[in-house]
C-alpha cells in the first residue's frame, strides 16, 4: 500500500527566504507525482505535474524533483512571499488502471511579512 | 477556475440522514474522480467514474456510492450518515486524453454531521 509522507507538517519563514518542501513515498511503481496548493476550506490547485520518467519540472518560482528510485521528491520556492502562504501537498499516481492519486498531509506554510 | 463545481458548497446534516453532492466537470472531460478530505489530512480516494461506469474503488463502504450522468456530470451519495463523515468532499475531473494527466479539482463540498 503507497503511503505518502510530508515532515514537517508546518512551516513558518520570513518573505524572501528560499524554501524546500519535502515528500517521501514507499512504493516507487508510480506513473507521475504532483505537488498542489491548498488555501483554507478550498480545492486544490495543481502546481506541477513531474512524470516517472523526469527529474524535475519548473514553473516561474516554483521547481521539483523527483528521485523516484529512493522515493523522494522536493518543492523548491525561490524568493517566498505572503501570498505563497497555503497548504502544500504532494500525491502520487500509482500503477493501475485509474488516476487515482494518493496525498500526503500536506505542508502548511506560513511567509511572513 | 478550474471549471469543475461542485455544489453545495456547505451542507449541515445529522446522523443518520442521506446527502447527494453534485459536481459538474470541466467541458470535455469524460472522467470524474471523489475524494474525502477530513479535517488536517491529505485526500483520500473515494471512487472513480468513466464514462457513466464506475472506475475504481478506494477503501470507503457500500454506503458511499456515485453515479456519472451522460454529460459526465457526476454525484456522490452516502447514506447512514455517521459523524465521521464530516469532511471536504473533493470532485475532479480529467479525461483529455494521454497520460499521464492533470486532475482539475472543484472547490468542494463541506459536509458537517451533528
Known amino acids: 500500500k503507497q503511503e505518502v509522507t510530508q515532515i514537517p507538517a508546518a512551516l513558518s519563514v520570513p518573505e524572501g527566504e528560499n524554501l524546500v518542501l519535502n515528500c517521501s513515498f514507499t512504493d516507487s511503481a508510480i506513473y507521475n507525482l504532483q505537488w498542489f496548493r491548498q488555501d483554507p476550506g478550498k480545492g486544490l490547485t495543481s502546481l506541477l505535474l513531474?512524470?516517472?520518467?523526469?527529474r524535475e519540472q519548473t514553473s516561474g518560482r516554483l521547481n521539483a524533483s523527483l528521485d523516484k528510485s529512493s522515493g523522494r521528491s522536493t518543492l523548491y520556492i525561490a524568493a517566498s512571499q505572503p501570498g505563497d502562504s497555503a497548504t502544500y501537498l504532494c500525491a502520487v499516481e500509482g500503477a493501475g488502471a485509474n488516476s487515482k492519486l494518493t496525498f500526503g498531509k500536506g505542508i502548511t506554510l506560513s511567509v511572513r511579512p | 477556475e478550474t471549471g469543475v463545481t461542485q455544489s453545495p458548497t456547505h451542507l449541515i446534516k445529522t446522523r443518520g440522514q442521506q446527502v447527494t453532492l453534485r459536481c459538474s466537470s470541466q467541458?470535455?472531460?469524460?472522467?470524474v474522480s471523489w475524494y474525502q478530505q477530513a479535517l488536517g489530512q491529505g485526500p483520500q480516494f473515494i471512487f472513480q467514474y468513466y464514462r457513466e461506469e464506475e472506475n475504481g474503488r478506494g477503501n470507503f463502504p457500500p454506503r458511499f456510492s456515485g453515479l456519472q450522468f451522460p454529460n459526465y456530470s457526476s454525484e456522490l451519495n452516502v447514506n447512514a450518515l455517521e459523524l465521521d463523515d464530516s469532511a471536504l468532499y473533493l470532485c475532479?475531473?480529467?479525461?483529455?486524453?494521454?497520460?499521464?494527466?492533470?486532475?482539475?479539482f472543484g472547490s468542494g463540498t463541506q459536509l458537517s454531521v451533528l
Open positions: 475532479a475531473s480529467s479525461g483529455l486524453g494521454g497520460h499521464p494527466e492533470k486532475l482539475f
Open positions: 467541458s470535455g472531460h469524460n472522467t
Open positions: 513531474i512524470q516517472s520518467s523526469q
